[in-house]
């Protein structure tokens, strides 16, 4: 069973970093893309950084310059560095893999979620 268990969540003054960590673990045959999302209350979910296996980027407009995405395929683990944090980063922040669990089947994991709470 493909499991997505993230860390690094927690309550920091603004201006502050923090870094978040998502590991994969389980059966499965390789990831794709790697991303993290956000939500905060009232909120929909919002994309806020994606990774892809080469290494190609993408960032949400308000977290760009702030936050870097990145990861460690040999530990099937993904990151997201977040400096520079303001109270509008907090939120619960998922991690979501695209995973192949054999080479034709290919689903999207969710993390359980870790909260961010950045004090102004």
């Known amino acids: 069973q493909v499991q997505l268990v993230e860390s690094g969540g927690g309550l920091v003054q603004a201006g502050g970093s923090l870094r978040l960590s998502c590991a994969v673990s389980?059966?499965?045959?390789?990831?794709?893309?790697m991303g993290w999302y956000r939500q905060a209350p009232a909120n929909q979910r919002e994309l806020v950084a994606v990774?892809?296996?080469?290494?190609?980027?993408n960032y949400a407009d308000s977290v760009k310059r702030r936050f870097t995405i990145s990861r460690d395929n040999a530990k099937n683990t993904v990151y997201l560095q977040m400096n520079s944090l303001k109270p509008e980063d907090t939120a619960v922040y998922y991690c979501?893999?695209?995973?192949?669990?054999?080479?034709?089947?290919?689903?999207?994991?969710w993390g359980q979620g870790t909260q961010v709470t950045v004090s102004s």
């Open positions: 979501n893999a695209h995973i192949r669990v054999s080479p034709y089947v290919e689903n999207a994991y």
């Open positions: 389980g059966s499965i045959f390789s990831i794709s893309t």
């Open positions: 990774i892809w296996s080469g290494g190609l980027t």
